[in-house]
């Protein structure tokens, strides 16, 4: 049969070094605490990622997972938009290189050839002024 005996720490059982119950500390002031003037941080080899690591301990993991699926679905849609915006921009861009420069060009072109009937017919009508004032004397008739 096995038989328990506790067995007591010296550690419990001896005196912890502290104040001793007599003293008075009446004496004690806090303002002249050199806490507050200490310009040099306390652990200086500490970076600002190590500090943000430790924050992670704050926020409970259920809610840190949560944040973590809603940061990366909303990555996720900005990247997919971004990716078929951009997809579309480039299929626009062609479709109006191909389309529309030779479009273009062919509307300059028949602007030139509007632009040149209307000067041959002002040309033809100052010539028929012409030759109709010397053709009015002899008893022409303008045909119709």
Do not use: C
């Amino acid at each position: 049969m096995v038989r328990l005996e506790e067995v007591e720490d010296e550690a419990f059982t001896s005196a912890q070094p502290g104040p001793f119950e007599e003293d008075n500390d009446d004496d004690y002031s806090d303002t002249d605490s050199s806490i507050s003037t200490d310009s040099v941080p306390a652990t200086p080899s500490e970076t600002l990622y190590d500090r943000l690591l430790a924050l992670r301990d704050i926020v409970p993991p259920k809610q840190r997972r949560n944040l973590s699926h809603f940061f990366h679905t909303t990555k996720s849609y900005i990247g997919t938009g971004l990716l078929w915006s951009g997809k579309s921009a480039w299929v626009l861009s062609t479709s109006l290189l191909l389309l529309g420069v030779p479009w273009a060009l062919a509307y300059t072109e028949e602007a030139q050839y509007v632009e040149m009937e209307k000067e041959m017919r002002v040309s033809e009508g100052v010539r028929g002024d012409i030759l109709g004032a010397g053709a009015g004397k002899a008893g022409a008739k303008p045909a119709l």
